[in-house]
Nanobody, 128 residues
Framework: QVQLAESGGGLVQAGDSLTLSCVAS????????LGWFRQAPGKEREFVAA????????DYDVTVGDRFTISRDNAKKTMYLQMNNLKPADTAIYSC?????????????????????WGQGTQVTVSS
């Protein structure tokens, strides 16, 4: 089991950058694939990006692939989401999650059901 906590959200203007962090307090962090998801007001939670346990396989949703960068530092038990050129449409609660399937060869997944452990989320608001 792993416990996750996000930080780094805030209110920014369109075109600004922001970096989110997801820190694990317990569990074997380096064995879990991880993902970032977001939920905008009135919408369902959606996939943003995912990274394998070793960090060598990365996947992005097409809406953020050229603006966001996911990374992880297993020694610090931390995952990051660097977000550049933010848009009002990026406004949402961003959550990190750990894959229920563990191991270095597990490819990161997009479906919500793949993720067993979730953080509380951090609010990102982008003004126009």
């Amino acid at each position: 089991q792993v416990q996750l906590a996000e930080s780094g959200g805030g209110l920014v203007q369109a075109g600004d950058s922001l970096t989110l962090s997801c820190v694990a307090s317990e569990g074997a962090f380096s064995t879990y694939g991880l993902g970032w998801f977001r939920q905008a007001p009135g919408k369902e939670r959606e996939f943003v990006a995912a990274i394998s346990a070793s960090g060598d396989i990365i996947d992005y949703d097409v809406t953020v692939g050229d603006r966001f960068t996911i990374s992880r530092d297993n020694a610090k038990k931390t995952m990051y989401l660097q977000m550049n050129n933010l848009k009002p449409a990026d406004t949402a609660i961003y959550s990190c999650a750990a894959d229920r399937h563990r191991g270095p060869t597990v490819k990161p997944g997009r479906p919500l059901w793949r993720y067993a452990y979730w953080g509380q989320g951090t609010q990102v608001t982008v003004s126009s």
